[in-house]
């Protein structure tokens, strides 16, 4: 089992760019979960998916983040334009949804200059 | 809204010492409460868990008591090690569909 995988796991952009964050999650997972976290805010709920339908998005902090899940295996989480207030370290996890305990990825520090 | 709240950090203790982590919660229903440890560099992992009231979670010497009278879930170990060092965070899953983070603890154990 590879765990959830997510790539890059360093950004380095500057402000006004797009940026993609990639996750893989576990196969056979059915819930898929983005957070950011920083020093001040500690780790925010982004939003969440059930069967690649995405349930609650109430945390995402506003239209420049969106997120999809076009397939059970593959989400992307894209930040256009980034600002530097973006700048976090952000991982995904994955659930098989019973018991729910979730498995986190490394994570992708981005840096917004 | 459903939440936890856990005792602020740093926490420094020589090694063999006695560890507490204060974790309380507020939920409507009877959510389910979990402890994860972050080590530096890499995302949480599942340290306990517990699913109802008295449920007693316990991984790698660490324990934590589901008390519904208390609203309270803390982690506690008896002799904590320098490995222990990392970011604990106490966590609520209040319908199985989320999962709600406290601010995470910081924990130093000296040699």
């Known amino acids: 089992d590879a765990g959830v995988i997510q790539s890059p796991r360093h950004e380095v952009t500057e402000m006004g760019q797009e940026v993609t964050l990639r996750c893989k999650p576990i196969?056979?997972?059915?819930?898929l979960f983005w957070y950011r976290q920083t020093m001040m805010r500690g780790l925010e709920l982004l939003i969440y998916?059930?069967?690649?339908?995405?349930?609650?998005d109430s945390g995402m902090p506003e239209d420049r983040f969106s997120a999809k899940m076009p397939n059970a295996s593959f989400s992307t989480l894209k930040i256009q334009p980034s600002e530097p207030r973006d700048s976090a370290v952000y991982f995904c996890?994955?659930?098989?949804?019973?018991?729910?305990?979730?498995?986190f990825g490394n994570g992708t520090r981005l840096t917004v200059t | 809204g459903d939440s936890v709240t856990q005792m602020e950090g740093p926490v420094t203790l020589s090694e063999e010492a006695f560890l507490t982590i204060n974790c309380t919660y507020t939920?409507?229903?009877?959510?389910?409460l979990f402890w994860y440890v972050q080590y530096p560099g890499e995302g949480l992992q599942l340290l306990l868990k517990?699913?109802?009231?008295?449920d007693k979670g316990s991984n790698k010497g660490f324990e934590a008591t589901y008390r519904k009278e208390t609203t309270s879930f803390h982690l506690e170990k008896g002799s904590v090690q320098v490995s222990d060092s990392a970011v604990y965070f106490c966590?609520?899953?209040?319908?199985?569909?989320?999962?709600?983070f406290g601010a995470g603890t910081r924990l130093t154990v000296k040699p």
């Open positions: 996890a994955s659930s098989p949804g019973q018991g729910m305990t979730l498995h």
């Open positions: 196969s056979g997972h059915n819930s």
């Open positions: 998916f059930n069967n690649n339908v995405p349930i609650d």
């Open positions: 939920a409507t229903g009877y959510p389910s």
């Open positions: 517990a699913t109802k009231a008295d």
């Open positions: 966590a609520l899953s209040p319908n199985n569909n989320d999962m709600r």
